[in-house]
T-cell receptor
Framework: DAGVIQSPRHEVTEMGQEVTLRCKPISGHDYLFWYRQTMMRGLELLIY????????DSGMPEDRFSAKMPNASFSTLKIQPSEPRDSAVYFC?????????????FGEGSRLTVL | QKEVEQNSGPLSVPEGAIASLNCTYS??????FFWYRQYSGKSPELIMF????GDKEDGRFTAQLNKASQYVSLLIRDSQPSDSATYLC??????????FGTGTQLKVEL
C-alpha cells in the first residue's frame, strides 16, 4: 500500500512568493495532520483535519498560513507571502480513527527554503 | 517551556551497550506516550508506545513510564549502528493532538 505522499519534496523560493504544499493521506485514514519541523522548535503541529473538516488550527503561526482539505484524498498547506523564517521541513501525517491515537504515518516531508 | 522535554544529545554509546533515552513532560493530563525514531533526512516512524506506569518491552526496546515523576524513557539493548538516529518522545492527553519533544540524537559507535 502507498504511504502518505507529499509534494514537492524540495522547494526553494524567494521571500514574498506563494508556496503550496500538497499531501495525499493513506487511503481510508480519516485524520490528517500538518506538522512543521525545525532544529530549534522540533516538530510542531500546525493544523489537523478529521473527515476533511479542520478541527484545530491553533498551531498555524499567522494568517499567512492556510490549509484546506477539499476531499478525503488531498490536502494543501499554503503560505502567502512566504518569509525566510518559514524555512523548515513540513510533514503531513495521517491515521485511522479508533486505533492508537499516537500512531501517525508520516509522509517524507517537503523541505522549504525561503531566500 | 516546552510541554515535552528531551536532551538533544548527541548520546554516544558503543555497539552492544544499552542506550537510555529520557523524556519529561509538563502536562499532568498526558495519558499516552510514544517514541518515534527519525533517521537523518527521513520521516518519523513509531517504534513504541506506553500508557501505563511501569515497563513495556518489545524486542530490544523497553519503554518506561513514571506518571508521578512525569518521566518517560526508552532503553535500547544491544545497540547497533543501525539504531543511530534521532528519537522523538511524544505525548497526548487522550485527544488527537500529539505533542513532540525536540528529540535526542543517538550515535552507536563501532
Amino acid at each position: 500500500d502507498a504511504g502518505v505522499i507529499q509534494s514537492p519534496r524540495h522547494e526553494v523560493t524567494e521571500m514574498g512568493q506563494e508556496v503550496t504544499l500538497r499531501c495525499k493521506p493513506i487511503s481510508g485514514h480519516d485524520y490528517l495532520f500538518w506538522y512543521r519541523q525545525t532544529m530549534m522548535r522540533g516538530l510542531e503541529l500546525l493544523i489537523y483535519f478529521n473527515n476533511n473538516v479542520p478541527i484545530d488550527d491553533s498551531g498555524m503561526p499567522e494568517d499567512r498560513f492556510s490549509a484546506k482539505m477539499p476531499n478525503a484524498s488531498f490536502s494543501t498547506l499554503k503560505i502567502q507571502p512566504s518569509e525566510p523564517r518559514d524555512s523548515a521541513v513540513y510533514f503531513c501525517a495521517s491515521r485511522l480513527s479508533g486505533v492508537n491515537t499516537g500512531e501517525l504515518f508520516f509522509g517524507e516531508g517537503s523541505r522549504l527554503t525561503v531566500l | 517551556q516546552k510541554e515535552v522535554e528531551q536532551n538533544s544529545g548527541p548520546l554516544s554509546v558503543p555497539e552492544g551497550a544499552i542506550a537510555s533515552l529520557n523524556c519529561t513532560y509538563s502536562d499532568r493530563g498526558s495519558q499516552s506516550f510514544f517514541w518515534y525514531r527519525q533517521y537523518s533526512g527521513k520521516s518519523p516512524e513509531l517504534i513504541m508506545f506506553i500508557y501505563s506506569n511501569g515497563d513495556k518491552e518489545d524486542g530490544r526496546f523497553t519503554a518506561q513510564l513514571n506518571k508521578a515523576s512525569q518521566y518517560v524513557s526508552l532503553l535500547i539493548r544491544d545497540s547497533q549502528p543501525s539504531d543511530s538516529a534521532t528519537y522523538l518522545c511524544a505525548a497526548t492527553g487522550g485527544g488527537n493532538k500529539l505533542t513532540f519533544g525536540t528529540g535526542t540524537q543517538l550515535k552507536v559507535e563501532l
